[in-house]
């Protein structure tokens, strides 16, 4: 049986994070670069000022290149510890120095001078220090997070021996469900005044003059229609994702949404480990369901009013639901 776990990054969000520096700062300070190379072969050297702002584009580029790797070590978790490596430094942190460790929950994710809640799980050691491990930066996390949840559970024991540690995977996927669950209180607003369609009609509107002009000034190119509709569905789909809403049945929660009336999601009450109400990102107010085998969605519910937030959330607690609300009831409730 293997005794050992390791991490795996979240390569699509590495790369998307690494690219705005890359454009932003790398980008410029490269070709100014090549430029001063090709001024000094052609007997053109350029001023002093150009040179120094080369500098100071190359070592913004490598400055938050570096900002953002720190976030992603590479994890291993094992029978003696947790072992995080970045570059060639590696830190090792024996069970005999974690006192504890927080499985879900907010925490400020630094990025420059740019600081936003993010969920993490969090070490801390018997020294103080905490450590983090960013939900969003592992594909793998609801499975770290199992393991850790043994491991959690092991530590409160007097002997603390982690020989025992399982890193066997669950079997089952919990949480989702196709059957029939019946009709429950539903939880939406009017989702064609909300918020997220008004951008969807100016979107619209704005592609419907932009094909009319373009269309007529490229001839009636066939190609320029696909090209300005295709733009609006990229636009459009980060909307779409935020007209989620809610139904609460005796054992289940059952996610809806307005447009797509074909897609459901039900969550057997029992197999939901947490619920948190937050706003991810500045966006409408979301609920974040995360199950018992630590796998985690969140639904963004535009056309819920906020009125009737605290209601969802009371009534989720009175079905027996852990709710962590981030918006109504203040942090950690």
């Given at each position: ?48 000022k ?7 584009l190359?070592?913004?580029f ?51 001078h ?52 399982d ?40 592609i ?96 819920i ?19 962590r ?9």
């Amino acid at each position: 049986m293997r005794k050992y776990i390791k991490s795996k990054r979240n390569l699509v969000s590495l790369i998307f994070m690494l690219m705005f520096p890359g454009l932003l700062f790398g980008g410029g300070g490269f070709i100014m670069l090549g430029a001063i190379i090709k001024g000094h072969l052609v007997g053109r050297p350029e001023e002093a000022k150009v040179y120094f702002l080369v500098i100071l584009l190359l070592g913004l580029f490598i400055a938050m290149w570096y900002a953002t790797l720190v976030k992603w070590p590479a994890i291993t978790i094992d029978t003696a510890g947790i072992r995080f490596r970045l570059f060639f430094r590696t830190r090792s942190y024996s069970w005999n120095e974690i006192s504890k460790i927080q499985l879900t929950g907010k925490r400020k994710y630094k990025f420059l001078h740019i600081v936003v809640p993010a969920e993490a799980v969090t070490i801390r050691l018997h020294d103080g220090r905490e450590i983090p491990i960013w939900e969003s930066n592992y594909r793998n996390m609801p499975a770290l997070r199992l393991v850790l949840q043994r491991a959690a559970a092991l530590l409160k024991l007097p002997d603390n021996s982690m020989k025992n540690l399982d890193f066997s995977k669950v079997e089952k996927e919990a949480g989702v469900s196709d059957m029939e669950v019946g009709t429950g209180k539903l939880y939406k607003g009017n989702y064609l005044l909300s918020g997220a369609m008004i951008a969807i009609y100016a979107f619209i509107v704005l592609i419907f003059i932009l094909d009319r002009m373009l269309f007529s000034e490229f001839k009636k190119q066939i190609w320029v229609s696909l090209l300005n509709w295709t733009i609006l569905v990229v636009v459009c789909w980060p909307m779409t994702i935020q007209l989620y809403y809610f139904e609460i049945t005796n054992h289940y929660l059952v996610v809806r949404h307005h447009l797509f009336w074909w897609h459901k999601k039900n969550y057997a009450i029992g197999d939901i480990m947490e619920l948190v109400v937050e706003a991810p990102g500045k966006r409408s107010n979301s609920l974040r369901i995360i199950t018992n085998d630590f796998k985690t969605r969140i639904y963004t519910a535009d056309s819920i009013r906020a009125k009737d937030w605290p209601e969802f959330i009371e009534d989720l607690r009175a079905r027996g639901l852990t709710v962590r609300d981030e918006l109504f009831g203040g942090l950690g409730h």
